[in-house]
């Protein structure tokens, strides 16, 4: 299923496996070699940079890119002055591609000093022709661009864009495979992201990810056992289960397994100590799920529950086939059997159509819920979305308004919310040294807010008890309690 712009490999494949991920380990040997060629050519050894734009599974995607830079050679940098630079784009809203034309610039310059300089695309964007088509016509600098589908691929088209001077282009418009194996490069030692499924097929009207990340496939859940036992064994201490929709899990494997049954089984795993999930759909959040979160010990008190609309009128023409009330009941039924838990949302203002009623009911639901925090976006237009073509799109200037007022009034309720638990004593998982003092270190509790204590560089990834003593609106200060 590859695009006809495919550039026919020149590399001799003769001897390369045909299985997975067998194949790739063979092209990461290939890779090398050219690598050290290179290294010793300019005497120094060759860096690689990977920039993320986009969400946590974008994210985890990259720590594999990097896991294939370095398996090949490469040392990792952060700085785009590198050897090879790789963009892993996003393409959720239209700022999200235009962040990446304005870098692309940037890095055209960098070229012109550097010849020998490869740049690569991947990612949510490049599932969309007219990019791909533009890339091609006003940015030949560019050496790779592949998509979401085949990123496993990512050793074999390295290769061919060292031994051609075109461009390589590879983009599958969709598949089937979860290709298992293949290195990966943490950010974090003590914490890391775990795919439990691809892709979506919920058709949100809005949203352009069912057409960029395909339909929905669930790993086996002895695959993601396996992986979380390893990281276990690797000293990883929280894990974050990532899928377009967790909620679904697992339905269309041939032997079926429920979210909430996936959960269990990670549950029993030695070592793991928080498992937190990303992302929950309402339609599909069952009691079975919210059973096990009330009983487990290691779940973590946060639930990010996206909303997206507060009027059910909105809810059906974003066909996210639930209601105002049934949302509302949902939380209810969430608070009853977790009380602490920490709710967060997305929300979309100006959806096409969208009156001042509709808008107050978005209002009406954040203000009874009262979520601990929520990402607010303004309505962007996806071409090829059901919704870039619905009459009465909201003029910008009465959508910035709304976006205004909703941001005001979220912010207030969180900081009401955050302020309710100061002077309590609760762990947090130590992630970094504070970017500003050094003296302190920074970590999250259960419900995801950041929280600073003075501490040292020893404590990261430890679970710390501290007291919150002072709020912040957002983020706490703290000082440890017992802690030797
Ligand atoms: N415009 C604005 N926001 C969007 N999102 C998804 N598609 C769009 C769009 N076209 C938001 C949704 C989703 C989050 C990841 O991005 O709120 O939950
Ligand atoms: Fe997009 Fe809806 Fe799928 Fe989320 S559930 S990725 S908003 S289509």
Redesign the pocket.
Known sequence: MMESSYIEQQTDIDNAPTTEPERQYYFMEKAKAYVQADSQRLGRPLKACTKTFGCQMNARDSEKLNGILETVGYELTDSEEADFVIYNTCTVRENANNKVYGRLGVLNTLKKQHPHMKIALCGCMMQEPEVVEKLKTSYRFIDLIFGTHNIYKFAELMVSAFEQQDMVIDIWKDTDKIVEDLPVERKYSFKSGVNIMFG?N???SY?I??YVRGRERSREPKDIIGEITRLADDGVVEIMLLG??VNSYGKNLKDPVTFAQLLTEIEKIDGIERIRFM?S?PKDLSDELIEVMANSKKLCRHLHL?L?SGSSRILEKMNRRYTKEQYLSLVEKIRAAVPEIALTTDIIVGFPGETEEDFEETMDVVRKVGYDSAFTFIYSKRTGTPAAVMEDQVPQDVVKVRFDRLLKEVQEIAAKKAEALTGQTQPILVEEINRQDSSLVTGRLSNNSVVHIPGDASMIGKLVDVTLTECKGFYYYGKPVNYE
């Open positions: 979506c919920n058709f949100c949203c990810v069912p377009q929709n992302t759909h996206p997206q």
